[in-house]
């Protein structure tokens, strides 16, 4: 019975292969990587602005801004699946640069929000607004690698995601220390700078991005012939009862049951990733009266970004090994076993560093299995049954991301503490690891097994 995804990767490679993967690792995937980057920076800056004045000055609730946090994802699963298709057919040069523009645009306007009612119509819209951007990465990424090559593009793409905070706590920490400012509040300040550098990446990306190899003149004319062969040969190798309708066939996706496995699985990581994204920083400020403590602006926004910088080094290796030796089920099952069991931990460490730390596992979980799960639906589907795939899939995550936004902050409400709202975190990334493990043992055919064991 084979054990992995795809065989290993071997030792030695044709040169133009290798110049052809080098190339793109240099030329394309840092720019998405970036423009990732700022979209989840966008998205998650009101998770510094509520500890930090936006709080109060919107008289919120945990509830309200748990409700305010996840609405964003209500917008985005709306035009989610159609802004994919869109991008399927008008290419990502046009689509992922008119997202960066309009969301830019509407990031922009949060600088001036002065009630609740404002925050949550913002925040929808901002969801509308970016719809469409990770899961048309995603597939933008995988129409230029051969499926081989897909966990190292995709693991460099995701490493945006943690280094976001990593960079962009203490960046949101020192921007609100800029109070007064244009006479605004540090928390508007903030909102300010992160939403410009979205309109101008939108702008660049019109002229940088390039929708397929064939076109890249920065590739050999080998290379380009290499690559081209390579992605035909392999969609046109993608049979079975699924996938002989893979090409053009939607159906395809909607009635696929890996792809709602997938789907489900996904579900339970981006509950847990979005937990902390969101909450987080609530959390850090809630220490100093839990623990009798202070801490300023930046010494917050540093804490914060303690666990995500493990977290990329453990993403890039646990990518790496899959990369090398063949994705297996545990690459993505083991992970969230941890994250499971590490999260409810968390509630009972005695200082603010032993809860860090056992945060920081979490984190590292989390991550490392993301880009190594994102390999797999693009290993079965392929033209616009990938792109409405990978959108369903990232669907799933965005009603996760509403859910554990507004169910963590009610939960908060409701029961006084964190501790009921972290537990149905851990409970769910179990569950993402039972259905990744139970997946595997349901392939029967020789190519499920190569999909998943």
């Given at each position: 019975m084979?054990?992995?995804?795809?065989?290993?990767?071997?030792?030695?490679?044709?040169?133009?292969?290798?110049?052809?993967?080098?190339?793109?690792?240099?030329?394309?995937v840092?720019?998405v990587?970036?423009?990732?980057?700022?979209?989840?920076?966008?998205?998650?800056?009101?998770?510094?602005?509520e500890?930090?004045?936006?709080g109060?000055?919107?008289?919120?609730?945990?509830?309200?801004?748990?409700?305010?946090?996840?609405?964003?994802?209500?917008?985005?699963?709306?035009?989610?699946?159609?802004?994919?298709?869109?991008?399927?057919?008008?290419?990502?040069?046009?689509?992922?640069?008119?997202?960066?523009?309009?969301?830019?645009?509407?990031?922009?306007?949060?600088?001036?929000?002065?009630?609740?009612?404002?925050?949550?119509?913002l925040?929808?819209?901002?969801?509308?607004?970016?719809?469409?951007?990770f899961?048309?990465?995603?597939?933008?990424?995988?129409?230029?690698?051969?499926?081989?090559?897909?966990?190292?593009?995709?693991?460099?793409?995701?490493?945006a995601?943690?280094?976001?905070?990593?960079?962009?706590?203490?960046?949101?920490?020192?921007?609100i220390?800029?109070h007064?400012?244009f006479?605004?509040?540090?928390?508007?300040?903030?909102?300010?700078f992160?939403?410009?550098?979205?309109?101008?990446?939108?702008?660049?990306a019109?002229f940088?991005?390039?929708?397929?190899?064939?076109?890249?003149?920065?590739l050999?004319?080998?290379e380009?012939?290499?690559?081209t062969?390579?992605?035909?040969?392999?969609?046109?190798?993608?049979?079975?009862?699924?996938?002989?309708?893979?090409?053009?066939?939607?159906?395809?996706?909607?009635t696929?049951?890996?792809?709602?496995?997938?789907?489900?699985v996904?579900?339970?990581?981006?509950?847990?990733?979005?937990?902390?994204?969101?909450?987080?920083?609530?959390?850090?400020n809630?220490?100093?009266?839990?623990?009798?403590?202070?801490?300023?602006v930046?010494?917050?926004?540093?804490?914060?970004?303690?666990?995500?910088?493990?977290?990329?080094?453990?993403?890039?290796?646990?990518s790496?090994?899959?990369?090398?030796?063949?994705?297996?089920?545990?690459?993505?099952?083991?992970?969230?076993?941890?994250?499971?069991?590490?999260?409810p931990?968390?509630?009972?460490?005695?200082?603010?560093?032993?809860?860090?730390?056992?945060?920081?596992?979490?984190?590292?979980?989390?991550?490392?299995?993301?880009?190594?799960?994102?390999?797999?639906?693009?290993?079965?589907?392929?033209?616009?049954a990938?792109?409405?795939?990978?959108a369903l899939?990232n669907?799933?995550?965005?009603v996760?991301?509403?859910?554990?936004?507004?169910?963590t902050?009610w939960?908060?409400?409701?029961?006084?503490?964190?501790?009921?709202?972290?537990?149905?975190?851990?409970?769910?990334?179990?569950?993402?690891?039972?259905?990744?493990?139970?997946?595997?043992?349901?392939?029967?055919?020789?190519?499920?097994?190569?999909?998943?064991r």
């Amino acid at each position: 019975m084979p054990a992995s995804t795809a065989p290993p990767v071997p030792e030695s490679r044709s040169a133009v292969e290798t110049s052809a993967i080098r190339k793109i690792s240099i030329r394309l995937v840092p720019f998405v990587a970036l423009m990732f980057f700022v979209n989840y920076l966008d998205r998650t800056a009101v998770s510094f602005a509520e500890p930090n004045g936006m709080g109060d000055d919107l008289a919120l609730t945990a509830a309200q801004f748990g409700f305010a946090s996840g609405i964003f994802f209500v917008g985005y699963i709306v035009l989610e699946i159609p802004s994919n298709m869109a991008l399927h057919r008008f290419g990502a040069r046009r689509w992922l640069a008119r997202i960066m523009v309009t969301w830019g645009i509407v990031s922009l306007l949060f600088t001036w929000v002065n009630s609740s009612g404002g925050l949550y119509t913002l925040r929808f819209l901002l969801g509308v607004a970016e719809a469409g951007f990770f899961p048309g990465a995603i597939l933008f990424l995988s129409q230029w690698v051969p499926s081989r090559h897909r966990t190292k593009i995709l693991a460099l793409f995701y490493l945006a995601q943690p280094l976001t905070t990593v960079f962009g706590a203490p960046l949101a920490g020192w921007l609100i220390g800029r109070h007064g400012l244009f006479d605004l509040e540090g928390w508007r300040v903030m909102f300010l700078f992160v939403s410009i550098p979205a309109i101008l990446l939108g702008v660049i990306a019109w002229f940088y991005l390039i929708d397929r190899p064939a076109d890249a003149k920065w590739l050999t004319t080998d290379e380009k012939e290499w690559l081209t062969g390579e992605l035909a040969a392999e969609n046109s190798g993608k049979t079975g009862h699924e996938s002989a309708h893979a090409k053009g066939d939607l159906k395809t996706a909607f009635t696929n049951s890996r792809v709602w496995t997938l789907a489900l699985v996904y579900f339970g990581f981006v509950y847990g990733l979005y937990a902390l994204a969101f909450f987080l920083p609530t959390i850090i400020n809630g220490f100093q009266e839990q623990y009798d403590t202070s801490f300023s602006v930046m010494d917050k926004a540093w804490i914060t970004a303690i666990p995500y910088l493990p977290a990329a080094v453990v993403l890039f290796f646990w990518s790496r090994h899959a990369t090398r030796h063949g994705t297996r089920t545990w690459h993505v099952a083991a992970p969230a076993i941890v994250g499971g069991v590490s999260i409810p931990l968390a509630l009972y460490m005695g200082s603010p560093t032993a809860t860090v730390a056992v945060v920081t596992v979490t984190a590292c979980s989390i991550f490392a299995a993301l880009p190594v799960f994102w390999a797999l639906p693009s290993r079965f589907l392929t033209g616009a049954a990938a792109a409405a795939g990978i959108a369903l899939i990232n669907t799933a995550g965005n009603v996760a991301g509403f859910a554990s936004s507004y169910i963590t902050g009610w939960l908060k409400d409701w029961t006084g503490a964190y501790y009921v709202p972290l537990y149905l975190v851990g409970a769910l990334m179990l569950l993402s690891a039972a259905l990744m493990i139970r997946l595997a043992s349901r392939t029967r055919t020789t190519t499920e097994k190569d999909l998943l064991r």
